[in-house]
């Protein structure tokens, strides 16, 4: 099956075609392709891929709204701009369709721990976190070096003011 014909029948199981994409959520313009199921949760992988059967049509409100959250009880849920907290009307007929859809062509998850030497794996995580923490350290750095320029220009500026500049 060719990418275009895999993307009319992802379409017509969501009950829409490719001159008038809506959005799977909530039926406005559809702007950009979400991610079904996230494929980073906790700022890990969640084995979700980028692939046609982890992505629907959606508007840039839900898209940005729904984040990384799973879609049913971001869809019911209270979330700002969910469907549910606009009041969309169809809500269940459209849960319906994106449900249909994961059971017709579930997504590929991929156990990346299980396909990946364990000892990288773990070197990988470390060699992570020792870099979120260097960074958070260059932060901290940052903040105080921007304390001490801030301190020293404000006497340079007042005397820079009053010689006539």
Known sequence: MSSDEIIALTLEVLGMNASDMRCAYCGNLATEWDHLNAIVRDKRP????????????????????????????WMFGPSPLSPASRGV?????????????ERRFPPVRI???AVVDGGLWRAYWDAHRNLIEEMKRCEELATAVRAEISSQAEPLRDRWIDSGH
């Open 46 to 73: 969640t084995g979700y891929i980028s692939e046609i059967h982890n992505l629907v049509p959606a508007c840039g409100k839900c898209n940005q709204s729904k984040g990384n959250k799973p879609w049913r009880s």
């Open 89 to 101: 009307g169809d809500i269940e007929e459209r849960a319906e369709r994106i449900a249909d859809y």
């Open 111 to 113: 156990d990346f721990e």
